[in-house]
């Protein structure tokens, strides 16, 4: 997100003419733990539309993806810009034939139902796909706006969805060692205009225990019980980012693949010793039974 003013002025007596040029970027893909305005991904979305600006920041350090083998990745695009390179503000995984999984971040600045759609069918943002009618949407009750516990939120979708992936209803005590994919159309780098991404990104990410990524030099207490880290803790350079938020998460096993982990948070995006936050899922199981009337377990 970039705002430019240029303000030429003449200072006092002197005909000469001093061009003020201020450039203020204000990277669209860090972000901070508490949520400013700007970091509101819908509205992200919303003022490029406005402002006519492409998207021009979309993992870190992934790699282009194909649909066939993430298929429970699903966009959340601005109803209003039939764009989607400029309208995708979020990404989602489809956890039931109705039910989206995403962030209740995601959510904020979202006026109604009707200002969303759910993008299916495409690996590609410039690709045809489907928008799909929300008729209801549900960010968890214990969430907060200036915060990132409680960091989950449903998403009903007026059609049938597929590409179901499952819920990890485990605990976590397996994830020491593990390593997950996250995929998404968020930033590929932190720069002020990295080249833009439309292609679906995936990255493997290691699983960051609680002691390094809740130590002071990391996140400290910011980590609740309901959040895990992954990503490269020592080198960095793999992780998610803007526009990421909501995405999956998964974990590939013997007995099949797993959703454990939702896009959340983090400080920047693939920097040493500050890797990418997700919602601990798994926490979620009971809460996403009642919400979804049984309808996914
Ligand atoms: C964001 O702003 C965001 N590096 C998502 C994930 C990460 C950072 C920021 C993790 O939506």
Partial sequence: MRAKHINPFVPGGRSATILLVVMTFRPAIFSTPQIATTDIPYKRAVDRHLHGLSSNTRISGGHDAKLADHPWQVALVAADDSDNTRAEFCGGAVIGEHWVLTAAHCLLGVPNQAAIK?????????????????????????????????????????????????????????????????????AIAWKP??????????????????????????????LTDNMFCA??????????????????????????????GIVSWGDGCGEAKKPGVYIKVSNFAQWIKTQTHQEVF
């Fill in 231 to 260: 990503g490269d803790y020592k080198n960095g350079g793999v992780d998610a980012c803007t526009y990421d938020s909501g995405g999956p998460a998964t974990w590939s096993r013997q007995a099949g693949i797993y959703l454990v």
């Fill in 193 to 222: 205009d990295p080249p833009r991404s439309i292609k679906l990104q995936a990255v493997p990410v290691k699983f960051v225990g609680k002691d390094l990524c809740g130590s002071p030099v990391s996140y400290g207490s910011r």
């Fill in 118 to 186: 759910i993008l299916v069918g495409t690996d590609t943002l410039d690709a045809a796909g489907r928008r799909l009618t929300v008729d209801y949407f549900k960010p968890h009750e214990n969430w907060v706006k200036t915060g990132h516990d409680f960091d989950i939120a449903l998403v009903h979708s007026s059609e049938v969805l597929t590409g179901t992936v499952a819920l990890w209803k485990g605990t976590d005590a397996q994830f020491e060692n593990q390593t997950f994919v996250v995929s998404g159309w968020g």
